[in-house]
């Protein structure tokens, strides 16, 4: 089993920043995909930032050139910087780890984008 803890959620106003940091119970140096993805009630759960094993980045258009994702191995975190928010990324955001033998989810943290 893994456990993933989710922090740096909030309130934000439009165009404002927020750092979230999720922080893994075992390794993360192992798996072949970490990632951060964020769900809108009554829509489906979509993926907006990951690494491959390599740690090659990949973001879903919508948040290209304002969220950047990074992974620390040793530290067994993984981060999402958010930039220049926008009202439609409001969502619960949680971040996956993916290892070969199993997937595990972090409980999520609110982000809200209003003024």
């Known amino acids: 089993q893994v456990q993933l803890v989710e922090s740096g959620g909030g309130l934000v106003q439009p165009g404002g920043s927020l750092r979230l940091s999720c922080a893994a119970s075992r390794s993360i140096s192992n798996a072949d995909a970490v990632g951060w993805y964020r769900q809108i009630p009554g829509k489906p759960r979509e993926l907006v930032a990951g690494?491959?094993?390599?740690?090659?980045?990949s973001y879903a258009d919508s948040v290209k050139g304002r969220f950047t994702i990074s992974r620390d191995n040793l530290k067994r975190t993984m981060s999402l910087q958010m930039n220049n928010l926008k009202p439609e990324d409001t969502a619960v955001y949680s971040c996956?780890?993916?290892?070969?033998?199993?997937?595990?989810w972090g409980q999520g943290t609110q982000v809200t984008v209003s003024s």
């Open positions: 996956h780890v993916r290892y070969s033998r199993g997937e595990y």
């Open positions: 690494t491959d094993y390599l740690g090659h980045p």
